[in-house]
């Protein structure tokens, strides 16, 4: 498999020019902070990126840390934060590893665009380590390519983007079995998202941690 540097991506491209850096909060998140289905809370954004989604949070009212393995975006991240006003904490980590970087458990936890990035041999690892970030009840977003999606060649499951990176394009069932061990699912479906390419087929699932 194909493996890309994120954190290269950050440093040689404009961020606007990131298909994923977008920093308008997502339809999916901020319902869910309109309605009350979330209210301010200790909150983990998984692969937060420069930040965009837990600067929106902490300008909410919510207690955010944000956790991405690429120290580029994460230095991205602290200076917007600085530049906007706002306070919210940045920890390098990798996703797939202990975590101790990570302190405390969170009530709220979500990734967004971030699990397609994960090929099937390491989702498992991915899903535990987020479960064991998370208190019991805690609620957990996830929002990441369908298989229906039309973009990247419309087909396959494995499928390159123009910019290199290798994403893994899911099914409901996959997210179901997956997240099954650690997670009540409460919401799960297919729903359309923005994208900078054009919209895209997602798979939402809000979950509770069990």
Known sequence: MKYVDIDKIYQQVPLDKIPWNIETPPDALVGLVRTGKVK???????????GNYAIYLAGMGFDVMGVDSSPTAIRFAREKADR??????????DLLGDLHEVQGKFDFGFDYEL???????????????????????????SVCFSEEDPQFGGKGKIRE???GTVLYFSSENEIRELFDPYFSIEELGTIEISGKLGPHRAIYALSGRR
């Open 84 to 93: 906007v006003g706002v306070t919210c904490s940045f920890v390098i980590a």
């Open 115 to 141: 699990l397609h990035h994960f090929m099937p041999e390491d989702r498992e690892t991915y899903v535990k380590n987020v479960a064991s970030l998370l208190s019991p009840g805690a609620t957990y977003l």
């Open 40 to 50: 301010p809370c200790r909150t983990i954004d998984l692969g937060c990126g420069a």
């Open 161 to 163: 983007t123009p910019i």
